[in-house]
């Protein structure tokens, strides 16, 4: 068994009406209850309108799934417009929120600067942060990975509201960006190498102790084919999973892999 035990976390992006949403844990929820995992736990991120219905049918229905959003603003309330605050998902009982995927900071212009302050915001109003940090190709075909990672890092190692959450309230995912969407997985050695490298960052810069009980999770083309294979390294604590994560079938064989 993983020390850290395993997170399968599901991004459903911008898909997936209400409706879809209910059916979806309508069919989830036997299989939970079915097939519990000791140590090891489901989460979705869900798009914003769909939360509140999705913490709801969780709560009502016992089924043992983290409901959390794909994002939070680091104010608490104001002329923001289009954004989500903290308060707004705690009133409906939403505590987990994803902050950095490389969407935001490619289509929305998150910086590290930006993900360092929701992050701080969030673990200050008693949320639990999933940060995704990841290269681009060209970054990687320019032996600047390490570097990559390290800057994206860089300012959370230093925040002490974050060092003081790593492994408890803060994990991260590794998500190379040329993998997301695109049916390229890193191979479970590129993979293993940036986590390592990630954990080993953490441990020289926070805390071995903090930094062994904080979860990394792979994300880009995770399906039920690799899985197991990525699972297996030691660094790899889940996944954090897009397209596979939308269909029951896919969803389910990947915890049926834990
Ligand atoms: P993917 O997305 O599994 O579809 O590659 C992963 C993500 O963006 O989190």
């Not at 991120?45 to 794909?70: F, H, M, N, R």
């Not at 680091?74 to 417009?81: H, L, Q």
């Not at 969407?181 to 293993?192: D, E, H, L, R």
């Not at 294979?229 to 596979?244: F, K, T």
Request: hydrophobic share 40%.
């Amino acid at each position: 068994m993983k020390p850290r035990g395993v997170l399968l976390a599901g991004n459903w992006k911008m898909n997936h009406l209400q409706k879809e949403t209910l059916t979806f844990l309508d069919a989830l929820a036997p299989v939970l209850k079915n097939t519990p995992k000791q140590n090891s736990q489901m989460r979705i991120y869900v798009p914003a309108l769909s939360l509140e219905v999705a913490a709801k049918k969780v709560k009502t229905d016992s089924i043992l799934l983290q409901i959390g959003c794909q994002n939070a603003h680091y104010e608490k309330a104001g002329a923001f417009t289009g954004e989500i605050s903290v308060p707004m998902l705690k009133e409906i009982g939403v505590d987990q929120v994803l902050v950095g995927h490389s969407e935001r900071r490619q289509l929305f212009g998150e910086t590290n600067e930006t993900v360092l302050k929701r992050t701080v915001s969030a673990l200050e109003q008693g949320m639990e942060v999933l940060v995704c940090v990841g290269e681009t190709l060209e970054e990687r075909n320019q032996g600047k990975m390490q570097s990559v990672l390290q800057s994206q890092l860089e300012l959370l190692v230093q925040h002490e509201t974050a060092r003081k959450a790593f492994g408890e309230k803060l994990h991260i995912a590794y998500e190379p960006v040329w993998a997301i969407g695109t049916g390229v997985t890193a191979s479970p050695a590129q993979a293993a190498e940036a986590h390592a490298l990630i954990r080993e960052l953490l441990q020289t810069k926070v805390s071995p102790a903090y930094a062994n009980a904080t979860r990394i999770l792979y994300g880009g083309s995770v399906t039920p084919a690799n899985f197991k294979e990525l699972l297996a390294c030691s660094d790899i604590d889940g996944g954090l999973v897009g397209g596979a994560s939308l269909k029951i079938e896919s969803w389910t064989q990947l915890w049926a892999l834990i």
